[in-house]
Each structure stands twice: as structure tokens, then as C-alpha cells.
């Protein structure tokens, strides 16, 4: 791979300035670092990453726009079980204590969202969904 001979320093420095988030700052850096010379072995090193996954964001810098580049791609992921009306009404329920909801408890735990969407929605939550749900209810 050329030593990315078409991106310059400097316009990588800019879109430094424009980076939003870790993962395409760290991209960022990374193709800024190779530019002068540290190879991607040690790069992989420093950043706790693959060589494989190095290679492959400098190869994106080499056919894509910097930004575009620096950026994930969108993915379409699973869709969610609950979504829409359903999950405002799930967020506003655990909004109100479980009493309001008609559960004899006094605050809101994992197996207690677990049932609590079970028998609202008819859907199965794992204990790692409801900690996220309920984790966004209480930040």
C-alpha cells in the first residue's frame, strides 16, 4: 500500500478538527500516524487493534473521501422488539413507579422490566435489554 501518497497531512489534520466521535478520531490518527512513518504492526499495537484492521481503514482512506472514510457505514442491525408507541409506552411506565404499573415492588429492577414487558407487550426481553432500557430510563 502507498503511504495513502493522494491524502495529505494537513486536510487529515482538518477533518481531525471536524471529528465528532472516538472511532473516527482514532481513525483519523491512525492514518495521520502512518502518513509519517509508523508502520501498521505498531499501529495495531498503540490502538489495541487487528493489523488487519488497520490495513483495511487505510484502504478506505486510499479509495474513499476522508470523511467519508473516517466514518462508519450505516448498518441496518436487528430491528427492534418493541418500537414506536410501544416502547414510549414501555419508557413511560418505567417512568412511574412499579405500583403505578400494578407490581408490589418499589422500584424498577431487571426482572421486574423482564415481566413487566412480558405480560404488557407479549415480548421477551433479555436480561442485557432490559438493563439498557432501564438504564435510559434512570440517566
Known amino acids: 500500500m502507498a503511504q495513502l501518497e493522494d ?11 471536524d471529528a465528532d466521535d472516538a ?10 500516524a502512518y502518513k509519517q512513518g509508523v508502520s501498521q504492526t505498531e499501529l495495531a499495537d498503540w490502538y489495541g487493534l487487528s493489523r488487519k484492521t488497520v490495513y483495511n481503514w487505510l484502504q ?13 457505514k450505516p448498518r441496518s ?4 422488539k418493541l418500537g414506536g408507541e410501544d416502547r414510549d409506552e414501555l419508557l413511560r411506565l418505567l417512568r412511574d413507579s412499579p405500583k403505578a404499573a400494578g407490581y408490589d415492588a418499589e422500584e424498577w ?3 421486574l422490566v423482564q415481566r413487566l414487558v ?6 421477551a426481553y433479555s436480561r ?6 432501564l438504564s435510559s430510563v434512570c440517566n
Open 7 to 17: 491524502v495529505s497531512t494537513a486536510a487529515l489534520r482538518e477533518a481531525l478538527q
Open 23 to 32: 472511532t473516527t478520531t482514532k481513525r483519523i490518527m491512525v492514518a495521520i
Open 60 to 72: 478506505r482512506f486510499e479509495e474513499e473521501p476522508i470523511r467519508s472514510a473516517a466514518s462508519d
Open 77 to 80: 442491525g436487528r430491528p427492534p
Open 109 to 111: 429492577n431487571i426482572p
Open 118 to 123: 412480558a405480560e404488557q407487550f407479549d415480548v
Open 128 to 133: 442485557t435489554s432490559a438493563y439498557r432500557i
